[in-house]
């Protein structure tokens, strides 16, 4: 029976691919900048191969995050919040997903950002009314 990745590592990964995503990097970019192929940094987004600590500073370097990026903002492995962050990450990590986040990002307006955000949340929400056609 194959061992199964460390939580830990499934979740460093995660982070790597969701900011080499969101920074439009290759695998084959981010694994030629760290001296490896990029088959290794697939693994490393998987969290089949572990990313040791001197490794895990390159990457934040090159992606631009402080080593801390790939473990805040997580419950522990397992529990409800971590399995919602997958879900998160798996999304962010889309082209739908890093298309959207782009384009948010490029909004130059905190307030039209804010009411974006109300829209988009009353609509997940089912309160938003969409039948009504604007004049």
């Not at 962010?92 to 829209?119: F, H």
């Amino acid at each position: 029976m194959p061992k199964q990745p460390n939580p830990i590592d499934v979740q460093v990964g995660e982070k790597i691919r969701m900011r080499r995503r969101l920074l439009g990097i290759s695998q084959e970019t981010l694994g030629t900048a760290l001296g490896v192929t990029f088959q290794q940094v697939q693994k490393y987004e998987k969290g089949t191969n572990r990313v040791s600590a001197s490794r895990l500073q390159n990457v934040a370097e090159i992606l631009g995050v402080p080593p801390s990026y790939f473990f805040s903002g997580e419950g522990e492995p397992g529990d409800r919040e971590s399995a919602s962050a997958t879900e998160i990450a798996d999304f962010v990590s889309s082209r739908e997903g890093l298309d959207l986040n782009i384009a948010y990002s490029r909004i130059g307006s905190r307030a039209l950002r804010r009411r974006i955000l109300g829209l988009v949340t009353a609509l997940a929400d089912g309160t938003a009314d969409v039948g009504n056609e604007m004049p």
